[in-house]
Structures are given as C-alpha cells and as structure tokens.
C-alpha cells in the first residue's frame, strides 16, 4: 500500500508514521522538512510546501497513492484546494479532524460520532467542523473518497498533556511542580477528560487505512480510560516523584489572565464527556487502546530526564501563572 502523509513529523503522526513502515507500507512524507529527526527509516520524504501549487503538481504528476492523510488542514479554504488537488489521484484521503468538533456543552455525556457538530466558541473547532463538511459534500456530489478521523487530546513521550501548559515547553508543568509552585487545574477539578497515547492512535488508525468501507464516515479514536484533572495531575506528580498543589480557577478566571487558554478550555478541556469507541473497533476489529496514563506519563517524564536539554520552561508563562495565583488567592482571602 502507498501512503503519503501531508505532514508526517508532529506529535500523532510521527507515531502513525513509524507504525506504517514497520508494517511495510510504501509511506511517503510531504512537508518542509523542519523535523528530520522524527522521519522514520525507509519513508520517503518529499520536501514541499502543500500550500505550492507547483510543488504539489510536481509531485501528483506522474503519482497515484493508495490513501492520502492530510495532518494539517485547519481551514475550509485548505480543503477546497485538498479535494482539487487530489481528485482522481488517490483512493481514500483522509481529514485529520478533532473531537473538539462535538457539541459544546454536549446534551448527553457521552459522544459518538453521531454527536452534533457545534463550537461556536472556539474558531479552531468551528473551522474544523467547516472542513468537515465540505469534504462531505464532495463525497456526496462527486464520490470524493473521503475518512474523517478525530483524535482528542493525545500525547507521546515529548510532551506533557495537561489543560493548563505550554505546548512549546511541555516541561514547564514538571517545573513548577518539582519546585513546590501550585498548578493551576480549572474548575474543581472533577471535568472528566480523555488522554491518548500516539502509540494507541495509531493501533486503531492504521487499520482505518485502504479499508474502503470507511468512506463517507467519520471516526473518533481515543482512549477509553477516563479520569478527571485532578487525577491526571496525581499521576504526573507520582511520575515525578512529587505532589503536586493544585489550585482550583474558574475557566473564566483563568482566561482573566491567560486568554489564550479561554478558547480551548471553555470549549473543550473545561467540559466533562466520555467519548464512545464503540464505532473504530467495529471498523478495526481487535482495536483497544492499551497504554494507561500512568504508563505513558512515565515514559514522559523518563524522556525529558534523559534529555535535561528539553527541560526548556516558559518563562512568561510561568511568571503569568504565579500573577494570577497571587492574585486569585489575595481575592479569596479577602471574602
């Protein structure tokens, strides 16, 4: 089977990647070539901007792939051009979307792929569900070979997935709490949320891959495991050998002084669900999501222990978190 990737090298898809060569697929990465360290032996990598008519007519001129997966469509215009682009040149592409696309707040706690699509407080999710929908209108109108994937939150050894931290610097979280700083966790702590594992992903998305029945359907895969923020954070400060302090802010108080936290929290991180697999393990029989968070968080923390140069920490960040801390527990003193 002959893959091409759009992208190929971030935190999912660099697992996704290496999967499918150790299953032997013909893969093949097309991106700028910013991440060469995370390229797999035996891809093929195909330096060009998705964005260059000419780089991209330059490579589909003489070649036909057995799926397309494009990581980093994020606006309707984008997939307009995608299904342009790869209309006869391929026998399934495939939109990486997300779960954020579902109804926030959702009616009924738990979310299928039948959950209607609604996020009108986060531009992100909102150009996503417009993604989605043009996609589905020209596999509707004219048999474009389409798969919509969804991931939720999902994490590999270089990162540190929580609601409160920088993506840029996953270790600032660590930081602060190997330091004694208290962690911010909004609400009370009790929002049910979902990690991933890429590792996991992966499992589940590589079977969706050539598999003809998926097109014209839409898959969430995650994990089942669930657990609340607070519980997340235990396992982090048992990995790191340290209890954490958590402080408890309102969505609404921590976007005070971080909005660019505000978005993603009250449409997404903020609000418990639990999310169904029942429809991936149907299409992928065998699929199950294996890597507990307590396992995955400790290969983390092992990573960045290994390699003390990615101990990087925001710093403004960081500075911005002990301000609103201070000033929200000045305010609850003063009750």
């Known amino acids: 089977m002959k893959v091409l990737l759009i992208g190929g090298t ?13 299953q032997g697929v013909d893969l093949w990465l097309l991106n700028r070539g910013n991440r060469v360290e995370c390229v797999p032996d035996g891809a093929k990598v195909v330096q060009g901007d998705i964005n260059n008519r000419a780089d991209i ?10 799926v397309v997966v494009n990581w980093i469509v994020f606006h309707p ?14 026998d399934q592409y495939i939109l990486i979307s997300t779960v954020a696309t579902y109804q926030r707040p959702p009616v009924y706690y738990v979310l299928d792929e039948s959950t209607p699509q609604h996020n009108p407080v986060w531009d992100y999710a909102t150009n996503k569900i ?11 109108e004219r048999g ?51 990690i991933t594992h890429n590792t996991d992903f992966a ?20 994990s089942d495991e669930v657990k609340t923020w607070d519980q997340y954070l235990e396992e982090l400060g048992r990995a790191l050998g340290v209890k954490p302090r958590p402080i408890h802010m309102t969505s609404e108080c921590i976007a005070r ?25 149907t299409f992928v029989p065998g699929y199950r999501a294996t ?32 301000k609103a801390i201070a000033a929200y527990e000045q305010f609850l003193a003063s009750i």
């Open 77 to 90: 215009d984008e997939m307009d051009r995608d299904i342009e682009y790869f209309t006869g040149k391929t």
């Open 130 to 140: 417009a993604c989605e929908q043009r996609l589905m209108a020209a596999y509707r």
């Open 257 to 281: 002084f971080l909005p660019e936290f505000e978005a993603p929290l009250k449409g997404d991180a903020s609000i418990s669900f639990v999310l169904d697999n029942t429809k991936i393990k």
């Open 57 to 66: 007519e330059a490579l589909l001129e003489d070649e036909y792939f057995d």
């Open 203 to 222: 499992e589940g998305f590589a079977g969706l891959l050539g598999h003809t029945q998926t097109l014209g359907h839409a898959f969430h895969i995650t």
């Open 144 to 194: 474009f070979p389409a798969t919509i994937v969804r991931p939720s939150q999902t994490y590999g050894e270089a990162s540190i997935p929580f609601a409160v931290n920088s993506a840029e610097h996953p270790w600032t979280l660590p930081d602060r709490i190997l330091k004694g700083k208290k962690v911010i966790v909004p609400g009370d702590g009790s929002s049910l949320w979902c």
């Open 291 to 322: 890597r507990r968070f307590e396992q995955g968080i400790r290969q983390s923390v092992a990573y960045y222990r290994e390699n003390p140069e990615r101990q990087t920490v925001d710093e403004t960040l960081d500075a911005t978190m002990d």
């Open 10 to 22: 971030g935190q999912i898809s660099t697992a996704v990647s290496r999967l499918l060569v150790d």
